[in-house]
């Protein structure tokens, strides 16, 4: 079982940056690709970015493609999303999560993660 951490969150005006970061215990973080999902008001969880485990391969959805960016430290046990540009719309809870493996051939979906964090809540103000 991995155990997940995240901080970072908090309230930006549109247009502003913000840096979440996810510390991991409790199971090889190297071996897994980690992600970030996010949660908003009355909708369902979505997929937002993920990184293979090597930081080698990123995926992104589409609604934050050019704005967001993953990275990671195996070193540090440590997952980073750096978010640019926010708009309103990007306003939810934000969560890091787990893969169920190292790697992912087409952009993952919810589904494709088992373990995440209490969330971070990210308000972005218009």
């Known amino acids: 079982q991995v155990q997940l951490v995240e901080s970072g969150g908090g309230l930006v005006q549109a247009g502003g940056s913000l840096r979440l970061s996810c510390a991991a215990s409790?199971?090889?973080?190297?071996?897994?690709?980690m992600g970030w999902l996010r949660q908003a008001p009355g909708k369902e969880r979505e997929f937002v970015v993920a990184?293979?485990?090597?930081?080698?391969?990123?995926y992104f959805a589409n609604a934050v493609k050019g704005r967001f960016s993953i990275s990671r430290d195996n070193a540090k046990n440590t997952v980073y999303l750096q978010m640019n540009s926010l708009k309103p719309e990007d306003t939810a809870v934000y969560y890091c999560?787990?893969?169920?493996?190292?790697?992912?051939?087409?952009?993952?979906?919810?589904?494709?993660?088992?373990?995440w964090g209490q969330g971070t809540q990210v308000t972005v103000s218009s």
């Open positions: 990184i293979n485990w090597d930081g080698g391969r990123t």
């Open positions: 999560a787990c893969g169920y493996r190292s790697y992912y051939g087409d952009t993952p979906t919810v589904a494709d993660f088992g373990s």
């Open positions: 409790g199971r090889t973080f190297s071996s897994y690709a």
